[in-house]
């Protein structure tokens, strides 16, 4: 299951250079592409708002 971006994202970018396949993309708030993303968890462990998590 894909990490999912919630709307507490403030956008810092932290998350975007740790991630090993380069599923996150730059907007107004993060997004990760679900069809990219491997689950690994880094950028979770990463933000500083605690806006990623696992998706459902």
């Given at each position: 299951?894909?990490?999912?971006?919630?709307?507490?994202?403030?956008?810092?970018?932290?998350?975007?250079?740790?991630?090993?396949?380069?599923?996150?993309?730059?907007?107004?708030?993060?997004?990760?592409?679900?069809?990219?993303?491997?689950?690994?968890?880094?950028?979770?462990?990463?933000?500083?708002?605690?806006a990623?998590?696992?998706?459902?």
């Amino acid at each position: 299951m894909a990490y999912v971006i919630g709307d507490n994202c403030v956008a810092c970018g932290t998350c975007q250079p740790v991630c090993p396949v380069e599923a996150i993309s730059e907007g107004e708030i993060y997004h990760i592409d679900p069809d990219t993303c491997i689950d690994c968890g880094s950028c979770a462990q990463v933000c500083p708002s605690d806006a990623i998590a696992p998706g459902e």
